[in-house]
């Protein structure tokens, strides 16, 4: 199992919005709703930020928001702020009932 | 407090097997199935294995498959993870993982509770 394309960085000014892309096959992304996002900083645990392509568990501010076309979901950060400058992976379920994250993105705020 | 601690880690060398452990606390861990992922320096995130909350279903990542083996006990309250015939390319951070369950019950695909990690080297 491949790991999903993630672009290995993005970056914007504060208040901006940034869009990571998490590219897939039609044996993982393109067939379930079951991606998720996570954030990262250095020597620390990962964080849920996104369930089911687009859903945020309590807690997660509202800037952060999800979305899929086809093979493809999407983690959007609008009005980009100084805290969200972390790494950022993808995950979804897989035809074999496994999981497969993605390549990471890290975020740099301007 | 929701919590998992692993330990377990340490250098080993190739060919040798090392068992990681996950403790829980805070939550009723016979009603979750749990995970390990693991990331190498400097590299993303891998998942490693599920095992159900029963333990009578197992997956495994190709790359640990028929080398690394899922287990729990749930009257400890513990996962393990045994890794046998260990590589340097088993060099990681192993975290234990457990599904999120959405505030209607609904168990998700994603994992909300992590634990610290413990680090393993594969090294001669």
């Known amino acids: 199992q491949s790991a999903l394309t993630q672009p290995p960085s993005v970056s914007g000014s504060p208040g901006q919005s940034v869009t990571i892309s998490c590219t897939g096959t039609s044996s993982d992304v393109g067939s379930y709703k079951r991606v998720s996002w996570y954030q990262q900083f250095p020597g620390t645990a990962p964080k849920l930020m996104i369930y089911e392509v687009s859903n945020r568990p309590s807690g997660v501010p509202d800037r952060f928001s999800g979305s899929k076309s086809g093979s493809t979901a999407s983690l959007t950060i609008s009005g980009l702020q100084a805290e969200d400058e972390a790494d950022y992976y993808c995950?979804?379920?897989?035809?074999?009932?496994?999981?497969?994250f993605g390549t990471g993105t890290k975020v740099t705020v301007l | 407090q929701v919590q998992l601690l692993e330990s377990g880690g340490g250098v080993v060398q190739p060919g040798r097997s090392l068992r990681l452990s996950c403790t829980a606390s805070g939550f009723t861990f016979s009603s979750y199935p749990m995970h390990w992922v693991r990331q190498a320096p400097g590299k993303g995130l891998e998942w490693v294995a599920l095992i159900s909350s029963d333990g009578s279903n197992k997956h495994y990542a190709d790359s640990v498959k028929g080398r690394f083996t899922i287990s729990r006990d749930n009257s400890k309250n513990t996962v393990y993870l045994q890794m046998d015939s260990l590589r340097s390319e088993d060099t990681a951070v192993y975290y234990c993982?457990?599904?999120?369950?959405?505030?209607?019950?609904?168990?998700?695909?994603?994992?909300?509770?992590w634990g610290q990690g413990t680090t393993v080297t594969v090294s001669s």
């Open positions: 993982a457990r599904y999120y369950y959405d505030s209607g019950g609904y168990q998700t695909d994603a994992f909300d509770i």
């Open positions: 995950c979804s379920y897989t035809s074999s009932s496994t999981y497969v």
